[in-house]
């Protein structure tokens, strides 16, 4: 399954969506509050939306499902 990632992390209120890239659908839709208390908790950082590769890019989408458990979002 492919994915994409839209985060707008420069917005005041940020925000993270990933959405399955042949149907469109949001798999995981976190609100600034979450994205917020993901980087105070050191979990994520503004870099980590930056993969250089499509196989970074697969580790992101993985890195956020396996934080959406975690964090319960």
Known sequence: ???IVDAWLE???P???VSNAHNGR???DWDHHTVAR???SGAMSPTDF???SPGEQWELVRELFYLQHVFAV
């Open 50 to 52: 930056q993969p250089s």
């Open 1 to 3: 399954m492919d994915f």
């Open 15 to 17: 925000r993270i969506v």
């Open 38 to 40: 993901l980087f105070a």
């Open 11 to 13: 917005r005041p209120e």
């Open 26 to 28: 949001a798999v995981l």
